[in-house]
């Protein structure tokens, strides 16, 4: 009887907090799918001692909050905070939780809630130090989401331990359609709850529902990045993950040009302070946009496809790469996959940096659109299918491999260094 009125009792907790209520397990919190969705984990600047926890809702949620615990540990919380954007006439609700002064090369287990109710619990590791994976998805734009999924969970599938992911910009083909959004966050799922995301900004997150440009507010609002000390929040980061250090540039300084016509200026100091500021032994960059230009196969060409071009962008920028000695420098936008020879002073250089272009992940295909490059050294199988690519670190290595979605591997390069 007594175990009854127990039942009975935290059922009408449930049931009076708007919490759905599942009879096998009385003893948890549980938050109905509507109310808490898209759970995820965001890239910190450190991730050995820290972690972001986000979610959704469609309405504001009481006293929103994560928690977490150690296996049988004892819970800890974590207070959310609160932003909000409006699609369509439509507002979501995004909540943010940080978690702080976590131990290094550690199994925590997360979950997200708000008064009474919480969701179920949620695998998170700690970063240590020694070697990692990470998966790498090139431009996952499309027209219907299907097959980003089925190469998210095929990739994912078949790197269970990979540390982190990557998504190199335009993730979605309209960054104010939150239909597209949601098939986006559904496509990732379970990933994005089991590890973090580490997102690029790309020109296709800052149109809006007429095809315009427009300040990208929900991609913005969407994904809470580490600090960059400016005012342009969540536009351009950096983060540390065992000895390699990420840095994450916004390329649409011509999308942004009408909100902050100084962008390229503020990244490029931002930029400098940043590898200046890094010990790490390793130097990644990521950005969208591509740092050379290609002809076209089927229209007249304004420019001899047998010369290397750069783009504007990256005639400022690749000066900076060179001076503080970065690995890599991964891009995308172009929907196609190009490594290239190493790059130094504009020009091929086996000590300078190695530059891939990632290919394509959504369904938006540009098949032998583009001409070969003379700094081409790889080229995907043509005419591409999707592709991801994986990086493994170790002490003295990054290996960058690209797969297609049968689970075939095209392409390699491995960047070496001695001990330091």
């Known amino acids: 009887m007594k175990k009854y009125l127990k039942y009975l009792i935290v059922m009408a907790v449930f049931l009076a907090a708007g919490c759905a209520f599942n009879a096998a397990t009385a003893d948890k919190n549980f938050a109905a799918a509507d109310e808490v969705t898209h759970l995820r ?3 910190t600047a450190d991730s050995s001692t820290s972690r972001t926890i986000m979610w959704q809702a469609d309405e504001a949620l009481k006293e929103p909050l994560a928690e977490y ?10 207070a959310a905070e609160a932003a909000d954007f409006t699609v369509d006439g439509r507002k979501i609700y995004v909540y943010t939780a940080k978690l702080t002064g976590l131990e290094a090369g550690t199994s925590y287990q997360y979950r997200a809630g708000y008064e009474a109710c919480r969701t179920d619990w949620q695998t998170m590791q700690t970063a240590s130090s020694g070697d990692f994976k990470a998966l ?3 431009d996952s734009q499309s027209s219907d989401y299907s097959g980003w ?3 998210a969970d095929t990739a994912y599938a078949n790197n269970k331990d990979a540390a982190f992911f990557i998504n190199m910009g335009d993730l979605v083909d309209n960054g104010y359609d939150l239909s597209q959004w949601n098939a986006w966050f559904s496509s990732v799922e379970p990933m994005i709850a089991n590890i973090p995301f580490a997102p690029v900004m790309g020109n296709h997150e800052t149109y809006t529902l007429d095809w315009q440009v427009g300040y990208p507010t929900p991609y913005l609002t969407l994904f809470n990045l580490p600090a960059n000390g400016s005012e342009n929040t969540n536009q351009y980061y950096s983060f540390d993950y065992n000895g390699v250090h990420f840095t994450v540039l916004n390329s649409q300084t011509d999308e942004m040009a009408e909100f902050n016509p100084n962008l390229m200026a503020q990244q490029l100091e931002w930029l400098r302070n940043d590898l200046a500021a890094t010990g790490a032994k ?3 960059v990521l950005m969208h946009k591509d740092i050379l230009r290609y002809a076209f196969t089927d229209r007249p060409n304004s420019f ?3 010369t290397v071009q750069f783009t504007p962008w990256a005639q400022q920028l690749m000066p900076v790469f060179d001076e503080f000695n970065v690995d890599a420098v991964l891009t995308a936008h172009l929907h196609t996959y190009r490594r290239r020879v190493p790059l130094k002073n504009f020009a091929a250089d086996s ?4 530059y891939i272009l990632t290919g394509v992940a959504g369904s938006v295909r540009y098949a032998n659109l583009w001409q070969r490059n003379p700094a081409d050294a790889a080229l995907a199988p043509q005419p591409e299918d999707a592709n991801y690519l994986t990086l493994e670190k170790t002490d003295n290595a990054l290996t960058f491999k690209a797969w297609l979605p049968d689970g075939t591997e095209f392409d390699s390069v491995t960047i070496t260094k001695e001990r330091s």
């Open 41 to 43: 984990q965001v890239i």
């Open 69 to 78: 615990r150690t296996d049988g540990g004892e819970i800890k919380t974590a």
């Open 136 to 138: 790498i998805f090139p």
């Open 149 to 151: 999924h089925k190469l």
């Open 282 to 284: 390793w130097k990644v």
């Open 304 to 306: 001899d496809p047998a």
């Open 351 to 354: 000590s300078g940096t190695t």
